[in-house]
């Protein structure tokens, strides 16, 4: 059963209740690189069930999407109010054939995209933090909403990688 907006925002949002955004967005690309460091391409590109994705296909999910939150981020800031488009991530990961590429230059990619946007959020004024957008799905969602969305969705795909490559909690 696929999850409602609502259920998606609250998940996603409850991932890093207590945390700092920014920090939690600041410390992924390292985290990333720690959790694939010295394992075979071969494990990365392996799914661990059929319709889940792999190491590799995370991968390039993330360094998708961090392209889309600079682009709403900024689309939103030079026009607020501005309408925000929802994708289909299966549809980009066979269109992106994210399971062919390079899981190390996908974090390259994530990483470089990443610092430009946390740069960007650290440069705003207290009131820009509040600029909004419509999205599609989910309503009106502010700059400071997108980050906390951001920042649980690398929270969310962390875990995922952990515990496909056996690392998880214990």
Same mark, same amino acid.
């Given at each position: ?5 609502p259920?998606? $925002?609250a /998940?996603?949002?409850g991932? *890093?209740?207590? &945390?700092k !955004? +920014?920090?939690? =967005? ?9 959790? $694939?460091?010295? *394992?075979? %391409? ?5 799914r !661990?069930? !059929?319709?889940?994705w792999? *190491?590799t296909? $995370?991968l390039?999910?993330?360094? @998708?999407?961090?392209? *889309?939150?600079? #682009?709403?981020?900024? +689309?939103i ?7 925000? +488009? ?5 549809? #980009? %990961? @066979? %269109? ?7 899981? /190390?230059?996908?974090l390259?990619q ?5 610092? %430009?946007?946390?740069?960007? +959020?650290k ?5 820009? #933090? =509040?600029?909004?957008?419509m999205?599609?799905? /989910? ?9 906390r969305?951001?920042?649980?969705? @690398?929270?969310?795909?962390? &875990? ?9 909690k214990?």
């Amino acid at each position: 059963m696929k999850e409602t907006a609502p259920q998606y $925002i609250a /998940r996603v949002t409850g991932y *890093v209740q207590g &945390k700092k !955004p +920014l920090a939690v =967005q600041a410390a992924t690309a390292d985290r990333l690189a720690k959790l $694939i460091k010295g *394992v075979p %391409a071969a494990k990365l590109k392996k799914r !661990p069930a !059929p319709d889940k994705w792999s *190491v590799t296909e $995370i991968l390039a999910h993330l360094a @998708d999407c961090e392209i *889309v939150a600079g #682009w709403r981020m900024r +689309l939103i800031l030079g026009s607020p109010g501005t309408p925000i +488009l929802g994708f289909d991530q299966d549809a #980009w %990961a @066979d %269109a992106g054939h994210y399971a062919k590429r390079d899981p /190390r230059k996908s974090l390259e990619q994530f990483r470089a995209f990443r610092e %430009a946007n946390l740069s960007l +959020l650290k440069s705003l004024k207290a009131e820009q #933090w =509040q600029h909004h957008g419509m999205h599609s799905e /989910r309503g009106v969602e502010t700059i400071e909403h997108i980050s906390r969305m951001f920042a649980g969705h @690398d929270l969310n795909h962390t &875990k995922q990688i952990e515990e496909i490559l056996g690392k998880g909690k214990k």
